[in-house]
C-alpha cells in the first residue's frame, strides 16, 4: 500500500517537474543572459564583494553578542521543558530485553490477523490485558504487510547519584504508516499515539505522542529515525525536581502470512 | 542568440585525449556521469575561449531545472542558474577533482537556491507563491505516461511550497532527480540517515497534502 502510494506520489512530481521544466524560448533568454552577464562580467565577478558593501565591524560584534545570547537562553531553558533525544548522551540502562521475544509476538499478531480477516491495525498487549485496533473499513481492502514493534520505557531519578527508576514501560505492535492512538496497557489512562516506517539501512522512522498520568502536564512529541533494535532515549527534561528520560526500542517484524 | 545552440553542432562536446586535462577528467569520480554524458567537462578550462559556453550548453537546463524545484519561482530560479555559472566560472580553480562536475554543479545549485530562499526570508518577502497556470511545457512532457490532472500539478506545486527547503531538497534531488539518498546527502551536505529521514518526512506530508488525489 505504501509503495503503491510513494509510486503515484512520484509519479505525480515527475509530471510536475515536466509540467514545469524551462522552455525551449526561456532557454534562450537565459543562456544569452548567462554568456552575458560572464562576457561582461570577469570584473563583476571579482567585485562582487565591493568594499563597501563588506558587514562593517561593529556587526560582526553585535552577531557574536547576539549568539552568545542565545546559547545561553537554550542552556537555562534545556531543563524546563521537553527537549528532543541527545544524542550521544548516557543511556539509562543497558537494551532490556522484550517482555516476550519477538517470535512469540509475531505469533500473537498473527493469530489475531486471522481472527479479523488481517485488518489488525495495533496491538498492544500488557502482562494482564491485550488491546487490539482494527483498521477502518476503507483502509481494510489492503493489509499492511509490515508491523513494527515499539518499547517505550519512561524512567525517573532524583539525582544523578541515584540508580534509574522504572516508571512506566509499553510494549506494542503497529502496521506500518498508521497513525494509532493506543492506550497504555502498562498504566491506566497513559495513551500513546504511534506512527512507524521501516526506511532502507535498517532504519524505522517513528512519531510518537506520548502522555502519561504519571506527568498530566508533560507532553512528549518527537520524531526519530532509529536503527532497528537499538535502545535511544527519545526524551529528557525535568518535572518537579525529578529527571525522566523516555527510552525507545524498535524492530520490524516479519511480513504476515494471512489467511 | 546565435552562438548558444543547445540542439546544434556549435558547441560539440570534447573529450580530451591527451594532456593535463585528460589526466584531470581521468581522475574524476564515475559517479553520476551515466545521467549526464558531459558530467565529466573540465572546470579548470572555462577560462578558456568557448568553454564556458558549452558548459551552458550542456548544464543550463538541468541547474536551472533544479532551482526553479527549489525556489518554486521563475525569476528566482533564472536568477540562480546565472549564479551558478558566475560560480562556477570563477571558482573553477579550486574545484576539486574528486567529485564529477555534475555533483558539483548540484551542490553549487541547492546551496545557491537556498541562499536565495533565505535572503528572501530575510527580506521579510512573502514566501514564495505557487506559480499559477500550469501546463505541459519543456522537452519531456511526459509523452506515453498517464497525464495527471492539471488540479494535481497545482495542488503538488502548493505542497511542495508548503515543505521547509530542506524537504523540498530532499524529494527533489530523490524522487525527481533520481538521486540515491547517500548521493542526495552528499549533496545537501547532511548524513544519509538525515537524508533518509527528511525523505520520508516529504513523502508523508506531500502525500497528506494530496490525499484528494491519492485516495480516489
Known sequence: MTRESDEKLDRA??????????????????????????AAGADVIALSQPVAARPHPWRWVAALAAAACVCAALGIWRFGAWTNVERGGALASVPDPWSRPLEVQSQVLQEFQNV?????????????????????????????????????????????????????????????????????AALDGARL????????????????RYNTPALPSENVEVSTLQPRGEQMPVARFRHDGIEYLLEQVVEVLPPQKLG | MAGLDRSSDLFP????????????????????????????DAPTALRADGEFERLVVSHLERVRNLAYRIVLCEATADDVAQEVFLRA?????????????????????????????????????????????IEHRGRDDGA?????????????????????????????????????????????????????????????????????????
Open chain 2, 89 to 133: 566560472r570563477a571558482s573553477a580553480a579550486t574545484f576539486r577533482g574528486d567529485a564529477a562536475l555534475s555533483t558539483w554543479l548540484y551542490r553549487v545549485t541547492v546551496n545557491e537556491a537556498k541562499s536565495q530562499l533565505r535572503k528572501k526570508r530575510r527580506s521579510r518577502e512573502s514566501p514564495l507563491p505557487a506559480e499559477e497556470g
Open chain 2, 144 to 216: 506515453g505516461r498517464e497525464s495527471p490532472s492539471t488540479e494535481l500539478l497545482q495542488d503538488m506545486e502548493r505542497a511542495l511550497g508548503q515543505l521547509s527547503p530542506k524537504l523540498r531538497t530532499a524529494i527533489v534531488l530523490t524522487a525527481i532527480e533520481q538521486l540515491s539518498p547517500s548521493e542526495a546527502a552528499a549533496i545537501d551536505g547532511c548524513s544519509t540517515a538525515t537524508m533518509y529521514w527528511r525523505i520520508h518526512q516529504a513523502r508523508k506530508k506531500l502525500k497528506h497534502a494530496l490525499r484528494m488525489h491519492f485516495e480516489s
Open chain 2, 13 to 40: 562536446h570534447r573529450h580530451p585525449t591527451s594532456g593535463w586535462l585528460a589526466f584531470a577528467t581521468s581522475c574524476w569520480a564515475p559517479e553520476l556521469s551515466s545521467r549526464d554524458e558531459h558530467s565529466r
Open chain 1, 116 to 184: 479479523f480477516d488481517g485488518n489488525v491495525a495495533w496491538l498492544a498487549a500488557g502482562p494482564k490485558r491485550c488491546d487490539v485496533g482494527v483498521k477502518a473499513a476503507a483502509a481494510s481492502a489492503a493489509p499492511a504487510a509490515e508491523y513494527v514493534a515499539v518499547r517505550l520505557k519512561l524512567v525517573r531519578r532524583a539525582s544523578s547519584d541515584v540508580p534509574w527508576e522504572v516508571v512506566q514501560v509499553d510494549e506494542l505492535i503497529i502496521a506500518q504508516q498508521i497513525w494509532a492512538e493506543v492506550p497504555s
Open chain 1, 13 to 38: 512530481l515527475a509530471a510536475w517537474a515536466a509540467a514545469r521544466a524551462i522552455n525551449d524560448e526561456r532557454w534562450d533568454v537565459l543562456a544569452q543572459r548567462v554568456v552575458a552577464a560572464q
Open chain 1, 193 to 208: 499515539h504511534v506512527w512507524a516506517f521501516p526506511v532502507d539501512d535498517g532504519l524505522v522512522a517513528v512519531d510518537l
